[in-house]
């Protein structure tokens, strides 16, 4: 199984970024897949998560109405969109598997990616 998270990247505050989460290793449409991000000093945090096999989404408040998560099956990629984005969006973001169809717990996730580093300047 592999992860592979691209599109990170210095942006003005708010401006847009779009993350891709590339996975290969495993049939993507059985498992959720998950963002989430992380600052140095804080514990890592849950972005927001899809199912691969019906759609369904979830977001966390901090991002509801700004970020959009998207699946490409086909690809076997999942993408990020973030919109409007603010100083406090900034950490390093990871993308990882879920052991199930649904659900967006940390603790349900056993694969993830590297990271890759959004930074937004103000």
């Known amino acids: 199984v592999q992860l592979v998270e691209s599109g990170g990247g210095l942006v003005q505050v708010g401006g847009s970024l779009r993350l891709s989460c590339a996975a290969s290793g495993f049939t993507h449409d059985d498992y959720a897949i998950g963002w989430f991000r992380q600052v140095p000093g804080k514990e890592r945090e849950g972005v927001s998560c899809?199912?691969?096999?019906?759609?369904?989404?979830y977001y966390a408040d901090f991002v509801k109405g700004r970020f959009t998560i998207s699946s490409d099956n086909a690809k076997n990629t999942v993408y990020l969109q973030m919109n409007s984005l603010k100083p406090e969006d900034t950490a390093v973001y990871y993308c990882?598997?879920?052991?199930?169809?649904?659900?967006?717990?940390?603790?349900?996730?056993?694969?993830w990616g590297q990271g890759t580093q959004v930074t937004v300047s103000s």
């Open positions: 990882a598997k879920s052991l199930y169809a649904v659900g967006c717990y940390e603790y349900e996730y056993d694969y």
């Open positions: 899809i199912s691969n096999s019906d759609g369904t989404t």
